[in-house]
């Protein structure tokens, strides 16, 4: 008998709307010998698709394929298939002269649990799924011919691995790859930095929004707040910004930061340039300071990783904006974000709501901010829109 998770009675709608999750309290039964590979049933035996299955996840079943006539088979051909759906979509949207972005972006792509992100001839996976992680060959024979010349690391090191009890080793599945692994944005140079770098060596999903700090920058003075890489700062730079001052915690990040100013020397006609780096804690710095910026950044990293974390993280969020908004000067720009997935877009204005309060600040919001358009969203997984903020602007005290 083929494997099997029947759901309880009810807890099919959510399937019938072609959400990709099953969560564990929606599962009355398995059947059969357990497979990476399920097939899901609902309480009254119509079949509702197939999906990886994964024992000790809270989500035991993340779903590939939804109807009666669902395929079980998951082999090397079904993933050829989705990532050449996937790069059709990369080459179509992404900028010119970039070689660093998202390949793969889990279920936006139809690939739960997967993400691929690509810096050259490096392709970096994170594989957060157990029954993707079982199957995993199949996926990565379909991936080594799709970019022959390609070297693979998977990186193991991430909360979903250690939920699901997986290897938090790093591996090295084809190739062996560089340290670090250099690679074009809109035409900047940027180093992925692979042994020991955060995620997968860089964040290509602020890619969009350091492109419109380029468009808003001319001009000027631009602060840039949990600056990681610099890279914020050196499309500011590029645009014509008079200045930047780069606050980060991290003096390693300082150095990174600074590294990639130098590799992108030759794109800035004078050799001074107005830069600051500040190695510091971006509160106690913000809190410190007098001077006002006509551009602000404020990207942190994430300040609540759980649901339980989610009001002592509103707190820190808002304190944050508060401080950010008080170095506004009048008329200035502010891009703000959060990437928590506890946080969500709702929350994320009520908290620049009560910010704006407390400083005092006309604020008007111009555009919602998301990630990259190399990290598509399913439309029936809203929980994939981990990132989002804000542009907006402080008035000149009018009312």
């Keep these: 008998m083929a494997f099997k998770v029947v759901l309880k009675r009810g807890k099919e709608r959510a399937l019938l709307g072609r959400h990709p999750w099953v969560y564990s309290g929606a599962v009355a039964r398995v059947e059969g010998r357990p497979s990476p590979v399920a097939r899901v049933e609902a309480a009254d035996g119509r079949t509702l698709g197939v999906g990886l299955y994964s024992a000790e996840s809270r989500i035991p079943v993340r779903m590939v394929r939804f109807g009666e006539g669902a395929q079980s088979e998951i082999g090397k051909s079904f993933f050829a298939q989705r990532l050449q759906r996937a790069q059709a979509l990369r080459t179509q949207l992404l900028p010119e002269a970039t070689t660093g972005?998202?390949?793969?972006?889990?279920?936006?792509?139809?690939?739960?649990?997967?993400?691929?992100?690509?810096?050259?001839?490096?392709?970096?996976?994170?594989?957060?799924?157990?029954?993707?992680?079982?199957?995993?060959?199949?996926?990565?024979?379909?991936?080594?011919?799709?970019?022959?010349?390609?070297?693979?690391?998977?990186?193991?090191?991430?909360?979903?691995?250690?939920?699901?009890?997986?290897?938090?080793v790093d591996e090295v599945i084809r190739l062996e790859p560089p340290a670090e692994s250099?690679?074009?944005?809109?035409?900047?140079?940027?180093?992925?930095?692979?042994?020991?770098?955060?995620?997968?060596?860089?964040?290509?999903?602020?890619?969009?929004?350091?492109?419109?700090?380029?468009?808003?920058?001319?001009?000027?003075?631009?602060?840039?707040?949990?600056?990681?890489?610099?890279?914020?700062?050196?499309?500011?730079?590029?645009?014509?910004?008079?200045?930047?001052?780069?606050?980060?915690?991290?003096?390693?990040?300082?150095?990174?930061?600074?590294?990639?100013?130098?590799?992108?020397?030759?794109?800035?006609?004078?050799?001074?340039?107005?830069?600051?780096?500040?190695?510091?804690?971006?509160?106690?710095?913000?809190?410190?300071?007098?001077?006002?910026?006509?551009?602000?950044?404020?990207?942190?990293?994430?300040?609540?990783?759980?649901?339980?974390?989610?009001?002592?993280?509103?707190?820190?969020?808002?304190?944050?904006?508060?401080?950010?908004?008080?170095?506004?000067?009048?008329?200035?720009?502010?891009?703000?974000?959060?990437c928590s997935a506890a946080v969500d877009t709702k929350l994320f204005r009520q908290i620049l709501f009560a910010a704006a309060v407390e400083a005092n600040a006309d604020l008007a919001l111009l555009r919602p901010l998301s990630a990259a358009l190399d990290h598509p969203v399913a439309i029936t997984h809203p929980e994939g829109e981990y990132l989002k903020g804000w542009l907006a602007r402080a008035g000149g005290g009018e009312y």
Excluded at 148 to 158: D, G
Aim: charged residues 30%; contains cysteine.
């Design 182 to 338: 250099s690679f074009l944005e809109s035409g900047l140079r940027f180093a992925a930095e692979i042994k020991g770098g955060q995620k997968t060596g860089f964040y290509c999903d602020q890619r969009d929004n350091r492109r419109l700090v380029e468009e808003l920058a001319p001009g000027r003075r631009v602060l840039d707040l949990f600056a990681h890489s610099g890279a914020f700062g050196l499309y500011a730079l590029r645009g014509g910004a008079r200045s930047v001052v780069h606050v980060e915690s991290a003096a390693r990040l300082t150095e990174r930061g600074r590294r990639h100013y130098q590799l992108n020397g030759e794109v800035f006609e004078h050799s001074e340039l107005p830069v600051e780096w500040v190695t510091a804690d971006v509160f106690t710095d913000l809190r410190s300071r007098s001077e006002l910026f006509d551009l602000i950044i404020c990207d942190p990293p994430p300040l609540a990783r759980k649901r339980r974390d989610r009001d002592q993280a509103a707190r820190a969020y808002k304190d944050l904006n508060r401080l950010a908004m008080e170095r506004l000067a009048a008329g200035g720009l502010l891009l703000t974000f959060s």
């Design 101 to 168: 972005y998202r390949l793969v972006n889990a279920e936006g792509d139809a690939l739960p649990g997967w993400t691929v992100d690509r810096f050259g001839d490096l392709l970096v996976s994170q594989i957060t799924c157990g029954g993707l992680e079982a199957i995993r060959q199949s996926a990565y024979a379909a991936l080594s011919e799709s970019f022959p010349q390609a070297a693979i690391v998977q990186k193991n090191s991430s909360a979903g691995r250690r939920a699901e009890r997986l290897s938090e």
